[in-house]
C-alpha cells in the first residue's frame, strides 16, 4: 500500500517550481509518492520545521530540497532529520548557481548533504537518487528503475 | 552603564577561534561590550535558537558569525531576529574561503547579512562595522572610532 | 518628525538606476528616509566628498553605495565617514558582477564596507540591512520590520 | 546478523587513503560493515566492473567512491548499479578540488552521485549519508545516528 | 584507398550535434574519413565499449569525444584504448563549459586526453588536431593542412 | 640632467614592500629615478592625495600602485591624475590575489589602470612597462631597455 | 604636423570590430592618429611581424591589441617591441572574458603588457591609457584628456 | 633505426624544469627520442622559431611545451608547425595553474593545441599522448603502450 509519504520536496522559492516541478515528474514516473512545497530556512524557519515534522510523521523517508544563492534549505532539513537530504542547486544568484553549488555541496562535516547537478539536470538525479534510496526496500521502486535503465540500453 | 551585551560573536568551530578572537579584541578596544561562543546550525540548532535568543535578552544589538564551507551560521541567525547580522567568511573549505564568502555574502531577499572579507581582516572589520552601527546611538563609540581615524591620520 | 535624511544612496553610473531603485523603494516602504544620486568615485571623485560631507550635514546615518566592476564607489565613501556603509555589487562587468563582489566584500583591515548579494537581491537587503541598522533607535522602522517578518510567517 | 557487505568504498588511487580513512572509521564507528579499496576507473575498468559486480554480490547497498581531478570513479560506477554512489571530491588537481567537485557534482541526467563536500569533512559526511541511507531499513544504524545527534545536543 | 574509418568523433548526447558536427564538416574539408555517433558512457557503457571496439577494427585512429557537465566520455574511450583521444568540451552545464574542461584537461596520469577549447572553437580545432596526427604517416592529409595553413597566409 | 623623479611608486601596505621592492630595483636597473612609499587609500586618502600632487610637482610622469584584497590604490591615484598609473595586484587576500586582479584590471570606463601580473612578476614587468613609456621621450632610457632585449638574445 | 601613426590598434578576428571600435572612436576623439587592423598570432604570425615593423618605422609610440581566448596577440606584439603595448581582453570564449583577461594580465617578468577590462569599457580606457602615455610630451592630447576630465567634473 | 629527434620538449623557464623532467623520463621509458630545453616566446621569438625549425629539419614529429602564467609558448610552436602540439600548463602564476590551463586550452579555431592537466600529472601525460601518437606509425612504441597497460591490468 503506498498512500503515505515517501518523499518531501521542499524549494526556496516559487520562482523554482519550473525546475523542481522535474524532479516531482521524475518521482512520479518512477512510482514514489512524493510532494512539492515552497519553504523559506531564512523568512519561515518555524514554518519549515513543522513541515518537516509533519512529513516525517506521514511517513517521509528522504528529503530533497531545491534553493538559490545562499541556498541553507537543505542543510537546514538536514540539520532537523537524520533521513538523507538530497539538494539540488539552483541559479539564482550567481551565473550557473556556483554559489548555491558550494553552498549544499560543502557542508560542514557532520550533517550532510547530498548534492546533485545544478538546475533540471541535477533536479531529474535527486528524483533518481531520491528513487534508489527507496529501492534498497521496496522492490516496485527496484524494478521501475532497473527498467528505466534496460531501455536505455535498448535505444 | 555598560553592563549589558552589545554584540554577541558567534562562530561556527572551536578551530575559528584564533581568526574570531580577533575580532572580540577589537570591538574591547573600540569599548563594545562582546561576548564569543561556539554555535553551529547545522549540528545544534535549538541550542543556537536558544542562545540568540538569551542575547537578545540580555541586550545584544548586533550579532556577528563567522563560519566556514557552507556557512549557514550568519543566516540562521538573521532568520531569528531583525537586528544587524554581519558574516565573516573562514577558510575552512574551499581555498580563500570562497563558498563561505558566497554562501554569506548572496543572501535571498528578504533576510540581510552583512558579508566582510574572508578571515582576519574580515574578523576585524566586522568589530569595527558593529562599532559604527553602535556608535548611532552610543557617543563613547562613536568617539572612540573618530580616535582611530584621527591616529591614522597622524601616521 | 522625518524630514531629516536617514540613508544616503548612491550609486556609480545611471544605468544602475533600475537595480538600485529597488533599494529606494524597499527603503520607502520601511518608512526610512532616502534618496539616490549618481556619484563616481573615479571621474569626480572631488563631487563625491562634497556629497557625502552635504549627507552627513542633513543628517544620514547610513551609506548604501551600488556599484559594478572594480566598484571603487562603496570603499571610497567608507574613508570618508564612521557611518556604516553597505555595498551592493553590480554586475556589469564580469558575469554575476563577481569582479564588484570581490572588490566590496574583500575591504583591507580598518574601512569596513558591509557587501551583499550582487543585483537586485542585494540592493533590497541593502535597503533592509539599514533599516535594521535605524531601528536600533528608532521604533517606527522596529516596529515596520517586525511586521514584515510577521506578514512572512502568515503567508 | 550483519557479516554482509553493506558500503564499499573506492578511491581512485594508494594517495588517497589518508582522507578516505576516515571515511572508513565513521562507518565503523555507526556500526556499519565496510571496505575500502583502490580502484581505477581509467587504468583498470574491467577490474572495477568486477569488483563492483563483486560487491553487489556480497551484499553492498551502498557505494562510497572518493576521486581527484578529473574524479570518473563516482560515476563509472554509478554507471554500473542503480544503488545509490556517494562521490567525495578529492583535491590531488585543482586548488581545492574544485575540478573533482565539478566532476562529481555535474553528473548527467539520468545516472545520479551524491556529492559530499571536498575532502576529509566530505569522506565524514559520505559515511554519515550511506548510515543514513541503510538506517531507513536497519533500526541499530538508525539509533546509532540518533545517539550521535543527541551526544551534540548535549556538548 | 580510404574507405576505411580514420576518426571516430562520439559525442554524449543528441543535443551536442550542433556544436560536434563542425567537428565532422572540418575533418571532412580535411579529406579525413569520419563518422559521428551519440554515446553515454554513464547511461550505456557497454555499448560505448562495444563501438569503440568496432570502430578500432574498422581502422580508427584517433577518437574525438565531445561532452558537457562531467563529460567522462572522452577519458572512458582513452581508458579503452591506446590510440590518441581528442575531447572537446561542451557548455550545457556550468557557464562557458567549465565543469567540462576540467573534467578533460584534469586526467590523472596514465590515461591522457587532449582537450582543445569549450565548444566550436574546440570541435573544430580537434578535428585540425586528428588531421596533424594523422598527417604524420599520411601525406594527402598533410598537404591538405599546409594548404589550409597557405591559404591564411595570402589572406 | 635626471634629479628629478620619473616614477612615484606607492604601496598600500608596509607588508607588501617584499613584493614592491622587486619593482623599485628593476626601476633603478633601468635608469629611472623613482621612489616607494606607503599610502592607503581607505585609511589616508588626504595623505594620498597630498603624496599624489607632490610627487606631480617633483616631476613623476608615471605612477605604479601595487595593493591587494579591493586594492582601490591604484584606481584612486588614477582618479587624481591625467599621468599613467600602472596597478600591481598582490595577493593579500583571496588565494593568488584574484580580488585584487579583478580590481584593478576592471577599471570603469574613463579612468584607466594598466594592469600587470600578481605578484613579483607583475611588480617587475610594472616597472618595465613604466620604462617603456619614459623611453619614449627618454634615449637613455630606451638604449637600456633595447640593452636588456639584447642581452636576453644573447643567452 | 600629425600625419605620423601615433597608436595601432590590432585585434585577432574580425569578429572583435564592434567592440575595438569603440577603441578608435575614443583615440580619435582624443586626437590621437591611430588605425585598427584584423591580425592573429597564431594564423599569420609573419604578417603580423611585418605589420608591427611597418607601424613602429610609420612612427608608431603605443601598440593596443585586443583578443579572445588564449589572447596571445598583446603578447606576441610586446615581444617585438620595447614600445608600451596595452591588451584589451574580449569575451569570445569563456564567460565574461576571463580566459582572455589572465592571458593578458598574466605575462611573465620581462615583456610586459598593460591589461584593461574586458570588453568595450576595456577597449575605451585602452584608448584613453594610450592618450595618457603619449601626453607626456604632447601638450595638445595632454590638453584634450584634461578637457575631458574638466568636462566630467561639471556634470 | 632510431637516430633522429622524435619529440622536441620546450619549456618557458628553468623553473619548469622539474615539471617537465616528468615527461622527458616518461618519454624515454617509453622508447621516444626526446630532448629538453628551455625557450621564451616572449623574450626569445626569434631563438624560438629558429630551434622549432631546426627540429623540424632533425625529424621531431610532436612538440611538446610546458609553460606558465600566460603560458604563449604551445601556441606560439603551433602557429610555426602542423605538426601536433601538447601544451602542459605549469602552475607558476595563479593558484593551480589556472592562467595556463585557459591560455592553453582555450586556442582559437584553426591552430589547435592538445592540453593536458596542470603540472606533473600532464607532464607525465603529455609523454603517453605524444608516444600515443607515434605509435600510429611505430609498432615498437606501440608495443610497449600496451605493455604498459597490461602491467596496470596486472596490478
Not at 58 to 64: L, Q, T
Amino acid at each position: 500500500m503506498k498512500n503515505e509519504l515517501q518523499v518531501a520536496v521542499l524549494m526556496g522559492s516559487e520562482s523554482d517550481r519550473e525546475t523542481m516541478d522535474v524532479c516531482l515528474q521524475e518521482l512520479e514516473k518512477l512510482g514514489v509518492a512524493a510532494e512539492l512545497e515552497v519553504h523559506s530556512a531564512h523568512r519561515q524557519p518555524k514554518r519549515t520545521v513543522e513541515y518537516v515534522e509533519g512529513a516525517l510523521q506521514r511517513g517521509a523517508k528522504v528529503f530533497i530540497a531545491g534553493a538559490g544563492m545562499a541556498a541553507a534549505l537543505p542543510g537546514f532539513v538536514a540539520s532537523l532529520t537524520t533521513k538523507p537530504v538530497i539538494g539540488v542547486p539552483l541559479a539564482s544568484g550567481l551565473p550557473g548557481g556556483i554559489d548555491a553549488l558550494y553552498s549544499i555541496a560543502q557542508m560542514p562535516p557532520g550533517v550532510p548533504v547530498a548534492a546533485v547537478a545544478v538546475g533540471k539536470a541535477g533536479a531529474r538525479n535527486a528524483a533518481i537518487l531520491a528513487a534508489e534510496i527507496l529501492a534498497l526496500s521496496d522492490e516496485t521502486i527496484a524494478k521501475r528503475l532497473e527498467e528505466m535503465r534496460a531501455e536505455w540500453r535498448r535505444k
